[in-house]
């Protein structure tokens, strides 16, 4: 079974290209972009977990 971690950042709107870059050359990929609580914007990431001790169901 495929499992995933997920992680959430902050995006700061004069620099989202190179965040987004940034975690894509991690092996994180972009799921969705919303609106901040507080204002501004935040990404949601998930990565693949590829190791072999990971916890199934």
Do not use: C
Not at 4 to 18: D, E, F, G, S
Not at 30 to 55: C, N, R
């Amino acid at each position: 079974m495929r499992t995933w971690r997920y992680l959430t950042a902050p995006l700061i709107v004069h620099n989202t290209q190179q965040i987004l870059d940034r975690f894509g050359a991690r092996g994180w990929e972009l799921v969705q972009v919303v609106p901040g609580p507080e204002g501004g914007l935040v990404a949601y990431f998930k990565q693949e977990v590829i190791d072999d001790d990971a916890t199934s169901e």
